[in-house]
């Protein structure tokens, strides 16, 4: 394995566990497990680190790639692979950028399920606010929001990463604190106490 190869495939991997945390809370909810949405959150503090090392791995994979080729007296060819090209190397770079800015469109994955119009009488909305433990990227906030709004009698949520808060306004008569804290909590982040 060439020297470009070994920068390349550190940049795949840093890049990939930038990106894991952000990425395991959108699939989760595609694939309908979101239990697991904050397995790899404990990852996010060392994702400006990861993004760090991915751009320096990949700019060395480009020096690699550009610097001007010692002309020896062989009879040996070049490669001619796909794998060890400037097409490949740009691809893969694009793929990487896609990763490392998941969470910034993250939530255009996940179809909103906002509840249908209803009507209820002001005596029966109740409005709570939980701070929920564990939120890094608006992954996380989709993930929670689809969890809260699939409990029924919610009438609006409001979901923040930035304050680590969930604010769920909802019937009083159909649901309760404990039912949307477990939907919270079965996403894997926990509401605390």
């Known amino acids: ?16 566990v930038a990106a ?14 979101g239990g697991i949405a904050a397995t790899f959150s404990f990852l996010e ?17 480009w020096y690699q790639q550009m610097k001007p080729k010692k002309e020896i007296d062989c009879e040996c060819k070049d490669d001619p692979s796909f794998f060890k090209s400037k097409s490949f190397l740009g691809i893969v770079t694009v793929v990487l950028g896609l990763l490392v800015a998941f969470p910034y ?16 009488s002001d005596a029966q909305v109740e409005r709570i606010t939980f701070d929920v433990e564990g939120m890094t990227c608006t992954g996380c906030e ?18 923040s990463y930035a304050t680590r808060t969930a604010t769920i306004a909802f019937d009083n008569t159909r649901t309760n604190r404990e039912a949307l804290a477990q939907a919270i909590n079965s996403t894997g982040f926990k509401v605390a106490e």
């Not at 989709?142 to 979901?159: F, I, M, P, R, Y």
């Open 142 to 159: 989709a993930s929670v929001k689809h969890a809260v709004q699939n409990v029924d009698g919610v009438l609006e949520t409001d979901v």
């Open 20 to 33: 894991i945390c952000c990425i395991t809370p959108v699939f989760a909810v595609l694939a309908g497990i």
């Open 45 to 61: 503090p060392f994702r400006p680190w990861m993004i760090g090392l991915t751009v320096l791995f990949l700019g060395f994979a």
């Open 1 to 16: 394995m060439n020297s470009e190869n070994k920068w390349l495939g550190a940049g795949i991997a840093t890049a990939f």
């Open 105 to 120: 469109y993250s939530h255009i994955l996940i179809q909103d399920n906002s509840p249908n119009v209803v009507y209820v």
